[in-house]
């Protein structure tokens, strides 16, 4: 099994530690939320093009997985630069990954073109899509990202329940990666937030959905679990049959025991969480 | 071939309509509580509901009838007399305190819903319990336990709102349990991740079909009956009549066809 890196904008100049086989996941939202501002603005654009390209000359051979935004309606609503301000009561259930991006396709588009200019000089540079329904979802994705011009690698994310089902679909389309997303797979399987009791990544059920998930998948496309993992789920990896495992930055210390002072930007999650909490409970409060 | 039953929300009597007690397919808990605007934690709420309960239990023997225990939310709570101990601010109220999560984390409340369906069924043998939202063994096995030490009569079985349930399910076989009701309209909820305000809502989704179908053959391994409720529409009848459904107990009868806003997804479903 391999351990990959997964980033929430954490500005590395180098490979933190040689286990560490790539990045797996860069969450594009983070990018947003760190500068707070929205895929429109230009000034965004231009952070996400530096940052991916830093970050895939670093790793460079190794894979570097880009994942499309994937923000809750009401982290959009407080960013300089959103396009719709869209209310739901339930946000967690509500226009989430794709669901947004193709529903308001220019922004998406904008996102993409990014990513495929890249793709352009760095054949390492590849792109996942968040919160799939289905294959009819992913169609949608790949011909736009068709459209764009990119000619890498792409996957898909499993973290609804529901995309258990379109695995087979999914490889027909040509994904080279599939990533179960832990973080949100547990809240829906389980029905329970993130932090509250009965939260639980370790789960029997969990792991009944990723031991499917790989028997399915049969070692056709590499199989990753992605989300703030513990050392318990880790271990429990490769037995249900999971190629490789994504440790967000944050986590290598306490996962992998990578030294804490080779990890400077540890906090870089925690201030990022803060900062748009704030901003959330300012815009309640009529602030801004 | 299935029939098709109708779900019990509020203090409905329909005089001498035979018809309607023989198709009582289960009774929610907190629909009749808030009807009465008071919870389980008031005396005379469970006596009304207790003589409810005993009044149908009598009216549809020798059917037996099902009560599904409470699942109610923080924000159906709010105004509601004797809550003084529940959780009613939530961020995300469809999840966390759910069904039994609810009951479990303040038993002393939920202990008073038992023992009032074991009083009922001293003197109504076709009284059972349904329990929703159970997410593991260790939960059920609590229920259970608390059933046992309120000398509760009947059978016991479960809702199935979450996907966790679905893949412990022969656990649960292995418990006991004589009777699995799909809650059509939560299990989409969470299985799909999307409430019912979302284009992305689709009861008849091939993914819902899909695991239904797995539920269906994990259940034809035990002689409990499998029904499937909620808002049930004419589609979603017509794509799981091919599964070994015993019941439909609808929330509308003749059921209402939804109109789903993305529309039908494309068939590419490839099987659990």
Redesign the interface.
Known sequence: MNYFLGLNSEPIKEIPDPVLSGVGLIRGEYLCRYLEEYVTENSCQIYISSYLSEIAGTFDPFEVWYRTTEFSSEEINVLKGADHKVMEP?S?????GV?RSLKYKEVFEIELGIVSQLSKTYGNLNIIFP?V????DLEECLSLLSKSGFNNKYGVML???????????FISLGVSNITIGLN?LT???????RG???YDMN????Y??IS?AANTINKRVPLSVAGYLNEEVVGNCESLGVDNVIIHYSDLNRVLHIPAEKLEYSDRLKDIKRLTKKRILDSKDGKI | MANVLRGIKSFDMQGDNGSFYNDIGLIYGEGLVKELNQFITIDDCRQKIKEYIIELCKRASPNVIWYKTIDIMGYELKGMEGVENEKIEE??????N?GV?RGL?NQSTFNLELKMLSEVSEVCSNLNVLFP?V??TYQLEKCILMLQQNNFHGKFGIAI????????LE?FLSMGIQNITIDIDHFT???????KS?S?YNTT????V??IEYISQIKNKAAVELNIAGDICGLLITKTEHINIDNYIMDHIPPIDIPYERGE??E?????
Do not use: W
Request: proline letters at 5%; charged letters at 25%; aromatic letters at 16%.
């Open positions: 339930q967690l259930f509500g226009e989430r669901r919160f329904t289905d294959a009819r973290e609804i329940p529901s995309a258990l089902n379109f695995i087979e679909d949100d809240t829906f399987m389980l029905g329970v937030r509250a009791p009965g789960h029997k059920a969990i009944a959905f499917k | 961020e995300y109220y469809l999840i966390d759910r999560s984390a939202f997410r593991d709102d979450l996907l966790a349930t679905v893949f412990s656990d909820t969470f299985t799909l991740g999307a409430d979302s992305y989704h091939p993914s819902i899909a695991f997804p494309v590419l479903f490839s099987g659990a």
